[in-house]
């Protein structure tokens, strides 16, 4: 036997050495960030072998990725020495589809049959519509998609759906669910959903079938147990009956996927779900320094729904968390694109850094800037700013209406939102062009002369849109131009029913890719302007060094790890999101504090947080941000919390007010009272000063709110008030935020 194989164990600390040898039984393994996990499992597989507890075939080891499961495959199998193909290493659906091949005719399939893909599904689905005559104006099919992906990965069937009398839509999606999963029998097809429900069904109604691989699998491994939905516990539960012998590894305080069917009760409840278990928690941290650890752990905390545990470390203690404000994000982008030149000129490579945001959109000013001085830069996980759906879509409208012989422009658009203009009419068009050696606009005129077709009126109503953007170019600004032409269009309402029919945060925020384009016109001058911009910023798009930073949303950042990382955008509203908590309300909360846990942890050495304090959407208006009440959950003596040079040299209220009075007849007189305070007391003003309970707060009185404007205090709760604003709704705000209007 090889030396090191011989001395394995020692390569383990102590809560490791116990996570790895406690083969027998129900085991959960509370593993922190950066503790070690995938040496703990890599090894635990390797132990059971050694100790010839299990042949490789009767190991079931589940992921949650292909990359994950042949990283894990590739590192047991240079243990050993020798391949491990026949381990049963994989994620939920290629174990399943691996077992369903051998048993897919007691579910009516033949062992070729093909999974399909969401494309596939969504084409199934609209054909259904169609057939049954259901109108999908209202909701999309990817409404009923989306619905139907959540019943499966709840585990409920077409015919266990309870109908309720207060949604019009249950009908509509029981019928289409069920003509749907008899349709994927008669085409010898499955979804990923059907993969683990036609195994669980196989199990519950075939006896000997189940026993086998209950038999079969002596030890079961599960990683990245805290992202599992219900459909995945409930195949784990079945299959561990027998040998009773299963290991799950996660994280309750990494919980971040719930918008994907990702339930952490499953990881809360495991004492429940498994006989008499024992739970081991990995603390000890090797990735991030002691300060950033304390952070991390102290905002953590703040969560109820969690088992509970603290990370620490033996790495130095490290710098303190370094959190700046802004005035406005081209400012943040400036900071951030100079602290990372200095990293350079300290020989820090482009790799060990990283910026983390909590919404996609917000990476627009920091790609300018970087495009601007030539910093190279990837985007991992998501497309560019300007590489995005949404963004070319309307950049091709403003193409076209700058340039009506923009054919390129004219084809993207004529049938984006869909108009009903199909390809049939678009090939006629194309052709029309060619023959009368003019722009698809002026062929299309041609067309709607010419031909009858369905998609002819629909078509003219767009050539008089389109005429009616191009003679107003010049009679708006290119920010009212845009405005003008999405209202026109209805592309936010194409936008909007998009959001409702996707789950996906990494696809919830198309709607603030369009805001933050917006924002990005006011700093040019008009539309040629900016289009002659973008021209140029495609052109140099491309990143040929192999050095590069990175930028990333904080979901995209989970499983990754630098020595530098810049936390973007940390405003109340923004992150947490608004969204989330209006949606989920605590258990959002908590998840988004999760997030920010995710976040924290990522980072080896060093952390910068920033926010801004004008609304990062706020093109056309004077609103304000707060810091992120995750900034305040951070331990005073672990964070050093500087604002801008606004505030530093008392810039911030003197360009306030100056910018203020610019718009003088535009603002009420309690406004100017509130500017001529800020100008009295111009020493004493900060932004991130931590108000003691102020006295004058009581029911009735007069407030305003950087953010929310001018309200009356309903009631006071601790260092709280509810607060009636006169241009927004009710809402709960800290004190130390409110400012008394006398």
């Not at 007391?681 to 309970?693: G, P, S, V």
Request: hydrophobic share 35%.
């Amino acid at each position: 036997m090889d030396l090191n194989l011989k001395n394995y164990l020692n390569l383990l600390n102590k809560k490791q050495h116990e996570a790895v040898t406690m083969t027998e039984g129900p085991c959960l393994i509370l593993a922190g960030a950066g503790s070690g996990k995938t040496r703990v499992l890599t090894i635990r597989i390797l132990h059971i072998l050694l100790q010839k507890k299990a042949y490789p075939g009767q190991i079931l080891a589940v992921t949650f990725t292909n990359k994950a499961a042949n990283e894990m495959k590739t590192r047991v199998a240079n243990l050993l020495n020798r391949p491990v193909d026949n381990m049963w290493i994989g994620t939920f659906h290629s174990l399943c589809a691996k077992i369903l091949r051998q048993h897919c005719h007691l579910v009516g399939l033949k062992n070729n049959f093909i999974i399909l893909d969401s494309d596939d599904q969504l084409k199934l689905i609209k054909q259904i519509c169609e057939s049954e005559k259901i109108d999908t104006s209202e909701k999309s099919p990817k409404y009923f998609l989306s619905l139907i992906d959540n019943f499966k990965n709840k585990g409920i069937a077409y015919n266990k759906i309870k109908l309720s009398k207060f949604n019009q839509y249950e009908k509509e999606i029981k019928l289409i669910y069920k003509i749907y999963q008899e349709q994927l029998i008669r085409l010898n097809c499955v979804d990923f959903g059907d993969l683990i429900l036609h195994c669980i069904n196989i199990f519950k109604k075939e006896k000997d079938v189940c026993l086998k691989y209950q038999k079969l699998f002596k030890y079961i491994l599960v990683d990245e147990y805290q992202d599992i939905n219900k459909v995945q516990q409930l195949w784990l539960e079945i299959l561990y009956e027998f040998n009773s012998n299963i290991c799950c590894v996660g994280d309750d305080d990494q919980s971040i996927y719930s918008w994907r069917g990702a339930d952490v009760t499953n990881l809360l409840n495991f004492e429940k779900n498994f006989s008499k278990p024992k739970i081991i928690r990995l603390e000890q941290n090797y990735r991030s320094t002691k300060n950033i650890l304390d952070c991390a752990s102290s905002l953590i905390n703040q969560n109820k729904g969690r088992f509970g545990k603290k990370l620490w470390s033996d790495n130095p203690v490290g710098d303190k968390i370094f959190v700046s404000g802004f005035w406005e994000t081209k400012e943040e982008a400036l900071y951030v694109s100079d602290k990372i030149e200095k990293l350079i000129s300290k020989k820090v490579p482009l790799s060990e850094i990283s910026i983390l945001f909590r919404v996609a959109a917000h990476t627009r000013s920091f790609e300018d800037r970087f495009i601007n001085i030539g910093l190279p830069y990837k985007i991992i996980g998501g497309l560019r700013f300007y590489e995005r759906k949404e963004i070319k879509d309307v950049i091709a409208y403003l193409r076209l209406v700058n340039n009506l012989d923009d054919n390129l422009a004219f084809e993207r658009i004529i049938n984006v939102p869909k108009r009903g203009i199909g390809k049939i009419s678009i090939k006629k068009i194309n052709a029309l062009s060619r023959e009368n050696d003019c722009s698809m606009f002026e062929a299309a005129k041609i067309f709607i002369d010419t031909h009858s077709s369905k998609s002819k009126q629909d078509l003219s109503i767009l050539i008089s849109k389109i005429l009616k953007w191009h003679q107003s170019k010049n009679k708006l600004n290119h920010i009212e131009l845009v405005e003008l032409i999405l209202e026109d269009s209805k592309y936010i309402e194409y936008l909007e029913q998009e959001e409702k029919n996707l789950k996906n945060p990494e696809n919830l925020n198309r709607i603030d890719n369009i805001k933050e384009f917006i924002v990005s016109l006011k700093d040019f001058n008009n539309l040629e302007g900016f289009l002659e911009h973008v021209s140029l910023i495609m052109e140099n798009i491309s990143v040929s060094s192999n050095q590069t930073l990175s930028l990333m949303t904080m979901h995209s950042a989970k499983g990754l790890e630098f020595d530098h990382v810049f936390l973007a955008g940390w405003e109340e509203g923004v992150f947490p999101s608004l969204r989330s908590i209006e949606e989920l309300g605590k258990a959002g909360l908590e998840e988004e504090r999760r997030l920010a846990y995710v976040a924290l942890t990522r980072a080896r050495k060093k952390i910068n947080i920033t926010y801004v304090n004008q609304n990062r959407y706020s093109y056309a208006s004077h609103d304000f941000n707060t810091p992120s009440r995750f900034i305040d959950e951070l331990p005073k003596n672990l964070v050093e919390i500087n604002d801008s040079s606004y505030l530093e040299n008392n810039k911030f209220i003197s360009d306030f007010v100056e910018e203020e009075y610019d718009y003088e007849d535009q603002i009420s007189p309690g406004r100017k009272r509130l500017i001529n305070y800020y100008k009295k007391n111009q020493d004493d003003w900060d932004l991130n000063q931590d108000y003691e309970m102020q006295s004058g707060f009581e029911e009735g009185s007069r407030v305003f709110h950087q953010k929310f404007g001018y309200g009356k205090i309903l009631f006071l709760e601790g260092d709280k008030a509810e607060v009636e604003f006169k241009k927004s709704s009710k809402k709960m705000i800290f004190i130390k935020y409110l400012q008394i209007i006398h």
